[in-house]
């Protein structure tokens, strides 16, 4: 994953492949931090959607049917997604630190997860009172999936940095290292045989393929009447999410030797470095 904390928008390092320099561009401006109105995160969307549909047909059908396409994306796009260190990550959090910098991480990221759903509902609400763009709703629906991922990952990421629980390697080492971490919902233990790797072995593909299908079924809830939605699919989002940083946290801790908090409570981690 690129460690240039203050990269701009316009220049997300590319992934290999045909059409893969604007995938880059888009999925590294839906997983930015800063507030995005929901026009422009759902004209971003629909965007990513084209580009996605025209991959789609590459890939061919049972690729995608079994989650080995979307699986493969979020792969080809983990390395280039922008991940800041802990000192970073402080700065940006109004100095925040330890538990109180996780809780914040973990807010961000909720209330993204939940734009995306709630702009994918929309969408789709649109297509509802158009019954010819409903053949679009499968590209619209992967975009929505492979961007809550990448969030996701970009969480999970982040939530290391600020355990001190550091992953080093490559940007593809520590990329599929991260991707691994969010299919099987584990946190990293540098320090254990096999957990970082140059490819996924054949259990984190199919923990991974899983986890997009998953996702992808949760996506489908934005796909309702109206405004319903985009209601649904903003709260399944932002659940999901929040369930999923509880649990890498628990991990985190018990590698970092950090017992678990007290209600109210913010006990300070180690420093690291």
Known sequence: MTGDLEKRRDEVEPAPGGGSTELGELIGRLTDDEDMDRETRGRLLGRLAKLLGQN?????A?????????GDLLVEVAPHIPVRDRETLSAHHNGLTGEALADSLVRVASNATTGVGAAGGALAA?????PPLLLTAPAKLAAETLVVSAIEVKLIAELHEVYGVRVEGSGTVRGRAFVTSWAKQRGINPLEAGSIGSALGTAAKAALRKRMLRV???????MGPLLTGAAAGAALNRGATKALAATIRNDLRALAGVPPPLPGEHPRLPSGD
């Open 216 to 222: 992808f079924g949760r996506s489908m809830s934005t």
């Open 62 to 70: 049972a690729g995608v049917a079994r989650g080995r396409w979307l």
């Open 56 to 60: 789609a047909r590459r890939a061919g």
């Open 126 to 130: 649109v297509q509802f009172t158009a």
